[in-house]
């Protein structure tokens, strides 16, 4: 069974950055989508970004401009850069491995990032 774990989260001040983590328990495929979502306290969870295994990335018109995703192939690792952070920011993040090829979605267990005002 695929793991995900992040870190990285944290409290930060509106204009400061974090830079989150999600750490894969095993190689991607080629077909694999990993993901950045978002939940804030009474709002449904939302998409934030995504990069698949030949770096096509794609990202929210919230965050345009101001997030990046990447991948280290090397240490299954993805991240999520975060500069000029907003308090509108504030919520859990989740990291999301989706396995088109075995119909899987695999969720990371979350993390707090907080901006304060």
């Known amino acids: 069974q695929v793991q995900l774990v992040e870190s990285g989260g944290g409290l930060v001040q509106t204009g400061g950055s974090l830079r989150l983590s999600c750490e894969v328990s095993?190689?991607?495929?080629?077909?694999?989508?990993l993901g950045w979502f978002r939940q804030a306290p009474g709002k449904e969870r939302e998409f934030v970004a995504q990069?698949?295994?030949?770096?096509?990335?794609k990202y929210a018109d919230s965050v345009k401009g101001r997030f990046t995703i990447s991948m280290d192939n090397a240490k299954n690792t993805m991240y999520l850069q975060m500069n000029n952070l907003k308090p509108g920011d504030t919520a859990i993040y989740y990291c999301?491995?989706?396995?088109?090829?075995?119909?899987?979605?695999?969720w990371g267990q979350g993390i707090q990032v907080t901006v304060s005002s």
């Open positions: 999301r491995l989706q396995r088109p090829l075995a119909g899987d979605l695999i």
């Open positions: 095993r190689s991607t495929f080629r077909s694999d989508i």
């Open positions: 990069i698949t295994a030949n770096d096509r990335t």
